[in-house]
């Protein structure tokens, strides 16, 4: 089962940006794509941006040039750089490992933009 945390939320004014890691334990799963989702209260779960193996990325039009995503494999972590952020990125970001297996979440980091 693979084993997923984030760290990097916090408290930040409109503009300015933040680094989001997702720390993740493979156990022999073969992640093979990995995803950040946020949820903001009374909302849906929606994608943010998505990378499969290192280099194939996808991103959601509303962060799109804002927000870069990236995978170190050696140090088995998620990236999500955010920057130029707004009050509608505030929500919790979670991290998702997909693998043959299945999918596995992290349970989240809080992310607030307001001034």
């Known amino acids: 089962q693979v084993q997923l945390e984030e760290s990097g939320g916090g408290l930040v004014q409109p503009g300015g940006s933040l680094r989001l890691s997702c720390v993740y334990i493979d156990n022999g799963a073969g992640i093979t794509s ?3 989702y946020r949820q903001a209260p009374g909302k ?7 990378i499969a193996g290192i280099r194939s ?3 959601s039009d509303s962060v799109k040039g804002r927000f870069t995503i990236s ?8 990236y999500l750089q955010m920057n130029n952020l ?3 990125d505030t929500a919790l970001y ?6 043959p297996w299945g999918d596995s979440w992290g349970p989240g980091t809080q992310v607030t933009v307001s001034s």
């Open 71 to 78: 995978r170190d494999i050696r140090k088995n972590t998620l």
């Open 57 to 59: 990325t996808r991103y």
């Open 44 to 50: 849906q779960r929606e994608l943010v941006a998505g």
């Open 34 to 36: 990995m995803s950040w």
């Open 94 to 99: 979670l991290c998702k490992g997909h693998s």
């Open 86 to 88: 707004k009050p509608e």
